[in-house]
């Protein structure tokens, strides 16, 4: 799988957006892009996933640029609640051991009042 | 997205002892993963566990000292075998869903002194 590259942390005000972004330059054409978050050791929290399109859930965007070598997560109106360690993992298409998810170290987004 | 529960949620283990965790989901899946999670780290998949075959074991894990059970579709166990202070972990499980997307458990968070 592709290896991704976050920013170790960032800081948001409380009901601004959140605009996380990712590396991923040696994506492969199979290859999707996921989100997880993890607050404070809880089990990660699947957020959304993508392959070529943008993508819009209740939680949260996803902006894939067209090349597909990064991605921004965006959290439209951040809430203290929204302070964890998100990764974004990227993951092969069907099939066997594609289904694996591998972290890195995420980054630690924090909402401040 | 499946509801999936684990059992028991903390444990403190006396070292050289053994604790069998839980992961139960509320629907059927195919596919249910192992992951720990090390004091200050990130996730690290020890193996997949597929109904009706052996589980498979990532590098630098092994079954002795992690023997995975998955009778049925939906419930697995994982065995920490011989503990000792390094087995200290949040040991989560995961499955697959219909969509290939992975959900989480809360976790079992174990000391091992």
């Known amino acids: 799988d592709a290896k991704t590259t976050q920013p170790p942390s960032m800081d948001c005000a409380e009901g601004r957006a959140a605009n996380l972004p990712c590396n991923h330059s040696?994506?492969?054409?199979?290859?999707?892009v996921y989100w997880y978050r993890q607050i404070h050791s809880q089990g990660p929290q699947y957020i959304i996933h993508?392959?070529?399109n943008n993508e819009t859930n209740e939680m949260a965007s996803l902006i894939i640029t067209e090349d597909r070598k990064s991605s921004t997560l965006i959290l439209p109106h951040a809430t203290l609640r929204d302070t964890a360690v998100y990764y974004c993992?990227?993951?092969?298409?069907?099939?066997?051991?594609?289904?694996?998810?591998?972290f890195g170290k995420g980054t630690l987004l924090t909402v401040n009042p | 997205s499946a509801v999936i529960s684990q059992k028991p949620s903390r444990d403190i283990c006396q070292r050289g002892t053994s604790l069998t965790i839980q992961c139960q989901v509320d629907?059927?899946?195919?596919?249910m993963f192992w992951y720990r999670q090390q004091p200050g780290q990130s996730l690290t998949l020890i193996a997949t566990?597929?109904?009706?075959?052996?589980?498979?074991?990532e590098s630098g894990f092994v079954i002795d000292k992690f023997p995975i059970s998955r009778p049925n579709l939906t419930f697995s166990t994982l065995t920490v075998s011989n503990m000792s202070p390094e087995d200290s972990s949040i040991y989560l499980c995961?499955?697959?869903?219909?969509?290939?997307?992975?959900?989480f458990g809360p976790g079992t968070r174990l000391l091992v002194l």
């Open positions: 566990a597929n109904q009706g075959s052996e589980a498979t074991y």
């Open positions: 629907s059927q899946v195919t596919m």
């Open positions: 993508g392959l070529k």
């Open positions: 993992i990227v993951r092969a298409g069907s099939g066997g051991s594609n289904y694996k998810l591998t």
């Open positions: 995961s499955v697959l869903s219909p969509g290939e997307t992975q959900y």
């Open positions: 040696t994506i492969s054409g199979n290859e999707y």
